[in-house]
């Protein structure tokens, strides 16, 4: 994989160059407007003029998906550090950085701190999927005098605590606005799609490219593990993402694959390993990848697949946070989107799309 300036569009170019080097700037952008690439790419920029750049994420596998990226794209002297918030955060704090029921921290004890060390000399941060960090995060770089760019879309927050594009800007003070459309990920089809969950004012405008119409499956019982074996001996280059919502149709999935067909040799990562093989992935390397889809956000694969639709049945299908989550989760695909189902009827969330959005069958 070879990533450069002239694999951006010329909009994204734009962007790009429009962004002064000092100060903090917030850009908002759609699913596939190539934030993420271009968060790599600022950071990289950044650290050209001498400072080191921390590019930070929430989710470590989006950190990995940076990293690898970043790597291609240099510095030489590795001067970009690709690393999760939360790692950020109790590194700068120190031992015993305090916790909150949340999972982040005591920020009034982190205010604390950066009021008594004051400003950091030269703290460059960039962040990818902002929306999924917490409004005090923004406030402590405010405090600590970080020059901050920030990449955010509040339309895809799958987390309870995140922030709005209001909420970023307020917080980090002085903060200049810009925003990147386009939708260079998708197809038409996939994108028509996954319009009827958009949850903002207005849904994005739709890619021109052309591809197969999102399809339902109404599956047996761990039905899921042939559709999957299919897709990969069919296009044996590809990347399959296959996005469920618990760590048991994980895992129930990994085996039913494993016993239906052992060269696949899929891969799976949970947050919740401290290491090994179920939490560093090759996201380069073709073949079936299975995450949760807390994990999902940022992530781009040929082929997505959305097995256990039928486990949304009880909530309710007006939700906006039902809807987000299948935005995000059907913007993920590329190429083809597959959507599946147990039980003898639709899932109500499903139904409501037409047929000539979503095939079935």
Not at 109 to 127: C, E, K, Q, Y
Request: aromatic share 6%; hydrophobic share 35%; net charge neutral.
């Amino acid at each position: 994989m070879t990533l450069g300036y002239l694999d951006l569009t010329p909009e994204q170019r734009t962007s790009l160059d429009e962004l002064p080097f000092d100060g903090s700037h917030l850009v908002s952008g759609p699913p596939g407007s190539g934030k993420s690439l271009l968060a790599a790419q600022r950071a990289v920029m950044l650290a050209l003029t001498g400072t080191p750049v921390a590019l930070l994420t929430r989710s470590n596998l989006l950190r990995q998906s940076l990293a690898a990226t970043v790597h291609v794209l240099g510095p030489a002297d590795r001067s970009v550090r690709v690393t999760t918030a939360h790692r950020w955060l109790a590194e700068w704090y120190g031992d015993g950085a305090p916790r909150s029921e949340d999972g982040w921290y005591d920020w009034n004890a982190l205010f604390d701190r950066a009021a008594d060390t004051g400003p950091v000399p030269g703290l460059t941060l960039v962040v990818d999927e902002g929306q999924d960090l917490p409004p005090e995060f923004y406030l402590l770089c405010r405090m600590l005098g970080a020059r901050t760019t920030v990449f955010a879309d509040e339309c895809q927050r799958l987390t309870d605590t995140n922030s709005t594009l209001a909420e970023i800007s307020r917080n980090l003070g002085r903060c200049s606005l810009h925003e990147l459309g386009g939708n260079h990920r998708n197809t038409q089809q996939i994108a028509s799609f996954a319009a009827n969950f958009h949850t903002g004012a207005g849904a994005p405008a739709l890619p021109e490219r052309q591809g197969p119409s999102p399809r339902l499956h109404r599956f047996p019982e761990r039905g899921a593990a042939d559709l999957l074996a299919l897709l990969a001996e069919r296009h044996p280059r590809d990347t399959i993402g296959v996005i469920v919502g618990s760590k048991h149709t994980q895992f129930s999935l990994l085996g039913s694959l494993s016993r239906r067909a052992p060269r696949l040799k899929p891969q799976l990562y949970t947050s919740e390993a401290k290491g090994g093989q179920y939490r560093n992935l090759d996201l380069g390397r073709p073949g079936i990848v299975i995450v949760h889809r807390a994990s999902a956000k940022g992530l781009g694969f040929d082929t997505v697949v959305i097995p256990d639709t039928h486990t949304d049945t009880a909530g309710d299908p007006s939700s906006a946070a039902l809807r987000m989550t299948y935005y995000v989760l059907a913007t993920r695909a590329r190429r083809e989107l597959h959507l599946g189902y147990e039980g003898e009827s639709e899932p109500p969330l499903m139904s409501q799309v037409g047929r000539g959005e979503l095939l079935r069958g």
